[in-house]
């Protein structure tokens, strides 16, 4: 009958042991963001990688868009909504709209109608963001922030302000 007690014993500290590891394991994991931040799970909820400037290269642009030209973003907002530019990279030159509480970039037609894609600054507070109406071209990559919702994500140095708002309406 004792030696039945020792090996419950030790079979629950051995399980112990194992838990105690997870937890310093998940913890690591939190603090360091998940590995490479990837696509394998290890992406943080909002889409945004840790280490997301070293792992960006804008050598190669799959798209652009120019400033003015209405139908070429129509028809890029179409394919980052519909989840056909994942990872691609995107130069955009046009308007920030910043009309509630999401910042995208985007072209008006003739007509006053709006399209556009949404993007996200990695290491800016919104606060810092370029403002509604500035003119900017913006280099970013093609992420899904949330299931079946994407985005331009980017870093500051990729933002450039051509115009204010201000500068614009004077």
Do not use: C, W
């Not at 994991?29 to 931040?37: D, H, K, L, P, R």
């Not at 050598?59 to 070429?72: E, M």
């Not at 509630?100 to 037609?109: A, F, L, P, Q, T």
Request: without cysteine; proline residues 3%; negative net charge.
């Amino acid at each position: 009958m004792a030696k039945q007690q020792n090996k419950g014993m030790i079979i629950g500290i051995a399980v112990a042991v194992v838990v105690v590891i997870a937890i310093i394991i998940g913890v690591v994991v939190a603090v360091t963001g998940g590995g490479n931040g990837g696509s394998d799970g290890g992406e943080p909820e909002t889409g945004r990688t840790n280490n997301y400037e070293t792992e960006m290269d804008f050598s190669n642009i799959d798209a652009s868009v120019a400033f003015g030209d209405y139908d070429a973003m129509y028809t890029q907002a179409k394919a980052i909504q519909n989840g056909e530019m994942v990872d691609a990279v995107v130069k955009i030159d046009g308007i920030v709209s910043h009309p509630m509480s999401k910042y995208s970039i985007v072209e008006k037609d003739g007509n006053g109608s709006a399209i556009g894609t949404e993007f996200i600054i990695d290491g800016l507070d919104e606060s810092s963001y370029p403002q509604d109406g500035d003119h900017i071209v913006i280099t970013g990559r093609i992420i899904e922030k949330e299931p079946l919702y994407f985005v331009i994500q980017t870093t500051p140095q990729y933002v450039e302000i051509i115009e204010s708002a201000s500068e614009i309406e004077e």
